[in-house]
């Protein structure tokens, strides 16, 4: 039943192609991964409209983190010609809140993909019930 949910909140979001609502993404994300034992960390490849080039999982974590590597994330966005990235991982713990790890991570990859002219909107970090945005936070 959640793989169902899952599979129409994407459809809906691939179908109208833009994101033009955070709450959108974010409900896709929660079904997507906030129920997880793992962290995934996944991006969200857009174009410079913000319409929706592709949602890949690229990294898979254990039960408190996972390693993200810069040069494979810019590797993907350059393989998708996208113009601009909203990154997602959950926190399998519950806790919503962005670890100075996850803000360390962002900052990295905003350093390195700011070389190819890509930019990050936002990271989302998702628990089962909860989202929260670091560039809310201003950390993006």
Known sequence: MIAA????????????????????????LRAHCGGLEHEVFGVMFLDTRHNILAIEDLFRGTVDGAEVHPREV??????H??????????????NPEASAADRAVTARLKQALALVDIRILDHFIITGDECSSMAAKGWV
């Open 81 to 94: 010609n996208a113009q601009a990235l909203v990154l997602y991982h959950c926190h399998p713990s519950g």
């Open 74 to 79: 810019v590797k993907a966005a350059l393989q």
């Open 5 to 28: 949910a899952e599979a129409i909140l994407k459809k809906r979001l691939e179908r109208k192609g833009r994101i033009a609502d955070p709450s959108e993404a974010t409900r896709y």
